[in-house]
């Protein structure tokens, strides 16, 4: 299957500075991207799409100038998360998809684990 | 966002027993993904669904697509130690977006 790397693998900020973490689709072009949030023992939460060239569709109840989302080019997706929280500790997992043989699949990262401290 | 009724929340099962899982919506879905995912990395696409009463196995997994497209299954066969995890649902929403089940944790019992 298609593979899709992310940078960090883990990160550890103190509380207000920001953080940005990469979402790269190695051996396909993704024109969409997705960025996911997860908790504990909890289910993944979609926060946004984000679209290459184009602002990022946020799904209700997530900031969007918390949660800056930039799509510069068919392989990179990026998430900042401005002045940090402890509360925005969580597991950030971002998804690409890739059309294979005409049909739709989804890849995943392998997850960004922050914490603030 | 949409809501996926995913069932067992958890299960403990016995080394080579049968299990299954499966979620369930209110809303159409265009695609149905089942994932699994180990702890502290992200989910690994299992099986692909398409259509309406599609039936797709894997190895010893089995799943399929509701004739409503409200609905999938997942089957796991014989199952072995390495099977835990937690495993996850995903439908494709008006073709562009992807929402998750709460989750199945499978416990295998050597």
């Known amino acids: 299957g298609a593979v899709v790397s992310q940078h960090p693998s883990w990160v550890i900020c103190k509380s207000g500075t920001s953080v940005k973490i990469e979402c790269r689709s190695l051996?396909?072009?993704?024109?969409?991207m997705f960025w996911y949030r997860q908790f504990p023992k909890q289910s993944l939460m979609l926060m946004a799409t984000?679209?290459?060239?184009?602002?990022?569709?946020?799904e209700q109840g997530v900031e969007k100038d918390k949660f800056l989302i930039n799509h510069a080019s068919l392989t990179l997706s990026t998430l900042t998360v401005t002045s940090a929280h402890p509360e925005d500790s969580s597991f950030y997992i971002c998804?690409?998809?890739?059309?294979?043989?005409?049909?739709?699949?989804?890849?995943f990262g392998p997850g960004t684990r922050l914490t603030v401290t | 966002g949409q809501q996926l009724n995913q069932s067992p929340q958890s299960m403990f099962i016995q080394e080579g027993e049968d299990v299954s899982m499966n979620c369930t919506s209110s809303?159409?879905?265009?695609?149905w993904l089942w994932y699994k995912q180990d702890p502290g990395e992200g989910p690994v696409l299992l099986i692909a669904?398409?259509?309406?009463?599609e039936l797709t196995s894997n190895g010893r997994l089995t799943a399929q697509f509701g004739i409503t497209r409200k609905d999938s299954f997942l089957n796991i066969s014989a199952s072995i130690p390495s099977d835990v995890g937690i495993y996850f649902c995903a439908g494709l929403y008006n073709f562009n977006k992807f929402y998750f089940g709460s989750g199945t944790k499978l416990n295998v019992k050597p």
């Open positions: 809303s159409i879905f265009n695609t």
């Open positions: 984000s679209n290459e060239g184009s602002k990022a569709t946020y």
């Open positions: 669904l398409y259509k309406a009463g």
């Open positions: 051996d396909f072009q993704a024109t969409t």
């Open positions: 998804s690409a998809g890739d059309s294979v043989g005409g049909s739709y699949e989804q890849y």
